[in-house]
């Protein structure tokens, strides 16, 4: 797979505790998790700081997020993408700078000042070009194309509007290829900007139409889960993305590793997206836990599976267990009994941690394989090491309060016209703002 970053700088900031936070992490929090994801990648593959794999450990499913150049070494089948310099340059300069390639990492010092317009129509085509480029360069490269992620944030101006751009090209080019989006939404106590509302209502619109899933998270979410798994009650951005890190490599196990159900990315969509507009997924992990905070360890199958069911470990703050579900997929990995998950399924579905709709023939797929989670090792998080773990992720209806709270700002806003000049100003037309819908 090809992976593709595009972010803006303002994502993650903590509305009333930006004082707590170090001057070094006010980053990007979507190109930082790219970082952290990518660590945990090379880590459970045994992949070095510079590209080398441990021979004593082989692994033959290296091809799936690595490339091996001339030199023997294996790189990230990722592009990254920000109008930042400040941002690309921590990359450059980061402990990762070995790693990728300089050629796949594209930038633009003039910016989008947090507007979604400027992401879009005032981003000059060549950048959009360079993107598509890379791509199609690494696309040729690939013996099997499957799609493609974006890691993004809908809240800011270039991970809203060049990501709409860019999957706009992607359906263009690469028509017949999945394009999945892992994308920061607006929180409801945690407000990044003034304009994040009108950034992920017209994102929004680009998502349902040009992308075969989203899988959604949000600040105060992943805030929690430092709060209650870690013991760190104001974490950073580092410390929220490693966390979130782990919800990606677990939905990513299943076609990294063998073993169990959902092979390829249009499996796993096959499984979770009953009608194609109703794709807007949400994760949960279990077992993340410090070693200095740990609650209780989980090591049971009936353990795991509630944990993973329960809102304070999904990554949406929003409790959807209060809405019906259209599909949930459970991925395990680790010496897990098939025998017991069906029990432990049957357990919690007794408990009515979930319901689906009356017209689900079977909401519940499941996967398992053995490969083990990988932690990345890290003071601030300290993670107590397990050989189990599980991955959910859920598409229900309880997203819909998501819409409906940024419908609701969205309105309040535009009710005053208030902050439309700076989208009419580049070129966006008021009257497209009327026909939005969600």
Known sequence: KVQIVASTREIGQHQGRMELLREDDQRDLHLSLRRAASDGYKRQHHINYIGEQDLQTPNENLSTYFTENTKCRYIPNSIIVDLEQDSIDRIKHGPLKSLLNSRYILNKEEGTGGVFANGYLKVQDDIANDVVDSIRRRAEKSDILQGFELFCSFCGGTGSGLTSKLADRLCVDFPKKTVIAHTLFPSQNYKTGALEAYNSVLAIQTAIEHMDAVLMADNEALCNICANNLGIK???????????????????????????????????????????????????????????????????????????????????????????????????????????????????????????????????????????????ADESCNFAPSTRSLTAIINSAGVADNYKRLSHAFDLLYAKRAFVHFYVGEGMEAVSYTHLTL
């Open 234 to 376: 104001n974490p950073s951005y580092r410390q929220m993305n490693l966390v979130y890190a782990q919800h990606v490599s677990g939905q990513s196990s299943s076609i990294r590793f063998q073993g169990g159900i959902n092979g390829t990315l249009q499996e796993l969509l096959m499984n979770m997206i009953p009608y194609p507009r109703i794709h807007f997924l949400v994760s949960s992990h279990s077992n993340i836990a410090s070693k200095s905070h740990n609650l209780g360890k989980i090591n049971s199958e009936p353990e795991f599976t509630k944990a993973v069911l329960r809102p304070s470990s999904m990554s949406l703050s929003n409790d959807l267990t209060k809405e019906s579900y259209n599909s949930i997929s459970l991925m395990y990995r680790g010496d897990f009994v098939n025998e017991k998950i069906t029990q432990a399924i049957v357990e919690a579905a007794k408990l009515k941690m979930f319901t689906f709709f009356e017209w689900v023939p079977t909401g519940i797929k499941t996967g398992l394989n053995i490969a083990p989670q990988t932690y990345i």
